[in-house]
T-cell receptor
Framework: ETGVTQSPTHLIKTRGQQVTLRCSSQ?????VSWYQQALGQGPQFIFQ???????GRGNFPPRFSGLQFPNYSSELNVNALELDDSALYLC?????????FGQGTRLTVV | AQSVTQLGSHVSVSEGALVLLRCNYS??????LFWYVQYPNQGLQLLLK????ATLVKGINGFEAEFKKSETSFHLTKPSAHMSDAAEYFC?????WGGGGADGLTFGKGTHLIIQP
């Protein structure tokens, strides 16, 4: 148990739709990061939020956006879903010394 | 820019044998290096990390890794494999102590460890 909870665990969306994934971070962690893990690949960094501000972003288009709330929970929003967006989405909440990952949300775009 | 190369997408060893998973990195700044394990349909669990305190790092479940700057390597080893070690293993590099920093963690493609009975 890492204390990082993601919801939902699975969902199926249609191409062109929008999706929101949620993450509750571990108590005391003010940094949250999101990663996309395609099947058979390593996770890829999408972006990071620190105290409600985005402070780092990977090579993902603007249709991937996020929010961090005052309680440090977070959302990942993806607009105009594409088939290639099908993946496991991982959230990680960080202290200064370690990143703790949630179980992930498996998104399937059909 | 940072990158990680994991040699061997699949590694198979017999139960009780030595486990060696290879990782080479590229980083323009002194790196922080990590090994994570992922069991099927689960998130990532930290096995160990190098943060410049000691080049030989001991982690959980009997794993250890040695940082070799001259070889830009951070290979993961375990003296005696157990059936429960079967999983996907990821090497990662970051500019942040905890795996944070503006670039987050950069992961390799992973090595699937198979344990033969």
């Amino acid at each position: 148990e890492t204390g990082v909870t993601q919801s939902p665990t699975h969902l199926i969306k249609t191409r062109g739709q929008q999706v929101t994934l949620r993450c509750s971070s571990q108590s005391g962690h003010n940094t949250v990061s999101w990663y996309q893990q395609a099947l058979g690949q390593g996770p890829q960094f999408i972006f990071q939020y620190y105290r409600e501000e985005e402070n780092g972003r990977g090579n993902f288009p603007p249709r991937f956006s996020g929010l961090q709330f005052p309680n440090y929970s977070s959302e990942l929003n993806v607009n105009a879903l594409e088939l290639d967006d099908s993946a496991l989405y991982l959230c990680a909440s960080s202290s200064d010394t370690e990143a703790f990952f949630g179980q992930g949300t498996r998104l399937t775009v059909v | 820019a940072q990158s990680v190369t994991q040699l061997g997408s699949h590694v198979s060893v017999s139960e009780g044998a030595l486990v060696l998973l290879r990782c080479n990195y590229s980083s323009s700044v002194p790196p922080y290096l990590f090994w994570y394990v992922q069991y099927p349909n689960q998130g990532l669990q930290l096995l160990l990390k190098y943060t410049s305190a000691a080049t030989l790092v001991k982690g959980i479940n009997g794993f250890e890794a040695e940082f070799k700057k001259s070889e830009t390597s951070f290979h993961l080893t375990k003296p005696s494999a157990h059936m429960s070690d079967a999983a996907e293993y990821f090497c990662a590099v970051s500019r942040g102590w905890g795996g944070g920093g503006a670039d987050g963690l950069t992961f390799g493609k992973g090595t699937h460890l198979i344990i033969q009975p």
